[in-house]
């Protein structure tokens, strides 16, 4: 059938399933399905297809690759800012939560995914840092070798992890390691090895770690666990306080934070005695320069939240190191040493104490002429006072204190 004009009408055919089909010499075929005047479908509904097609057009993230999105969960895994960062993309779909605790993603992961604070720990959590250690994460087997050891009184466990991230060069778990060897944590006084603890301390110090290089020319200096040099101490003393001025002020500059004040110093003495050396250059200085406290490793966080939730004290009889950031505690009686001068903090190590001595301790600290144990009045009779030894006590413990 023709119009006026001599054009065709379209002829009108039904298919199956109650589709209507417009037939045109110039157009392809246009399906439509048939309504009424309520909009509902008039014949029975077909069930929808999980497919890749929606309405007409593809879904292109099925449509990606799985090595490509590894890939991209790999970078974002190692760039997150925080845990939250990474488990919203585990729970946003099936795919993405599949595909995001692979082996390859989880050895990427930064420092920053695994800072769980230490009232959200659970089951689930430690089975996340798990995981993540056995896929040769080295931050992971760090963080969860600290809380095995330190929180969860899993001592052999812990020293593993923090060993395995020390074989793949970790520098902080090398200079966790020495500070166990230093003190024999997890063992008695006779566990200690110091030439162990200073074999430790020189390799994480090659790696740039300052706390460990500073705690090497103090060894040096005093003789402690090495044969003594006080020349090369004082070396790697000045070195560890230039790395660390330099850190700071690379970070700052980046921050745009004034760092005028860090470059001067009183050329006088200072009246203290204890500060016979404060008044000269601060890269002489045993404790490091009048600088910002770096950020506290997520690990060390952790423990300091864990056991200021459990009342601030690791047992009874035991206590924490006295600098904040730290978090460790003894795993016995009188493991950490006193200030010589005071007798009112104690530090599992060198670096620990630099730390502290500049944030607070250097304000407070006051000579005292004989010390009381807080939990044993007689424990220098006794014999327990045979434990604070080491640099930060006793002898050594004076030469830091007064310079």
């Known amino acids: 059938m023709r119009t006026r004009r001599g054009l065709c009408y ?4 039904c298919g199956g399933g109650g589709d209507v089909f417009l037939f045109s010499e110039k157009t392809e075929v246009v399906k439509k399905r048939r309504r009424d005047f309520s909009g509902e479908h008039m014949v029975c509904r077909k069930r929808k297809r999980n497919s890749s097609v929606v309405a007409g057009k593809s879904d292109l993230f099925d449509a990606l690759p799985d090595d490509l999105v590894i890939s991209i969960l790999c970078k974002l895994s190692s760039t997150a800012g925080c845990p939250s960062d990474f488990i919203n993309v585990l729970i946003t779909c099936k795919r993405l939560n599949g595909l995001g605790l692979h082996s390859l993603v989880l050895s990427k992961a930064s420092q920053k995914t695994f800072a769980i604070r230490a009232k959200n720990w659970s089951d689930s959590a430690h089975r996340f840092l798990k995981q993540c250690a056995d896929a040769g994460n080295v931050e992971a087997c760090y963080s969860l070798g600290m809380i095995r050891f330190y929180c969860l009184h899993n001592r052999g466990s812990g020293a593993s992890l923090m060993a395995k991230a020390a074989i793949s060069s970790h520098a902080q778990a090398l200079y966790s390691l020495a500070v166990i060897q230093f003190n024999g944590s997890g063992g008695s006084k006779n566990d200690k090895d110091l030439r162990a603890g ?6 994480a110090a090659f790696l740039g770690h300052i706390d460990a290089l500073r705690e090497l020319g103090h060894c040096l200096q005093d003789g402690y666990g090495v044969r003594q040099n006080i020349t090369e101490g004082r070396r790697f003393l000045v070195q560890a306080n ?16 004034p760092t005028r004040s860090w470059f001067t110093w009183n050329p006088h003495p200072h009246p203290h005695p204890r500060n016979i050396n404060c008044g000269g250059c601060p890269l002489l200085s045993d404790f490091g320069c009048n600088v910002p406290a770096p950020e506290a490793h997520p690990a060390s966080r952790f423990l300091a939240e864990w056991f200021a939730s459990r009342g601030g004290s690791p047992g009874q009889g035991l206590r924490l190191c006295s600098h904040v950031s730290c978090g460790r505690p003894e795993t016995r009686r009188h493991e950490f040493r006193r200030c010589s001068v005071c007798g009112t903090v104690n530090y599992c190590s060198r670096a620990c104490q630099a730390l502290d001595w500049k944030m607070r301790h250097k304000a407070d600290c006051t000579p005292t002429e004989r010390w009381v144990d807080d939990d044993d009045g007689d424990g220098a009779a006794n014999g327990d006072a045979e434990d604070y030894d080491g640099g930060v006590n006793g002898e050594n413990d004076e030469v830091i204190a007064e310079s």
Do not use: D, F, M, Q
């Open 242 to 257: 230039a790395r660390e001025l330099a850190t700071v002020i690379s970070s700052a500059s980046a921050s745009a934070i």
């Open 10 to 13: 379209p002829r009108v055919g």
């Open 198 to 203: 200073v074999a430790l301390c020189a390799r």
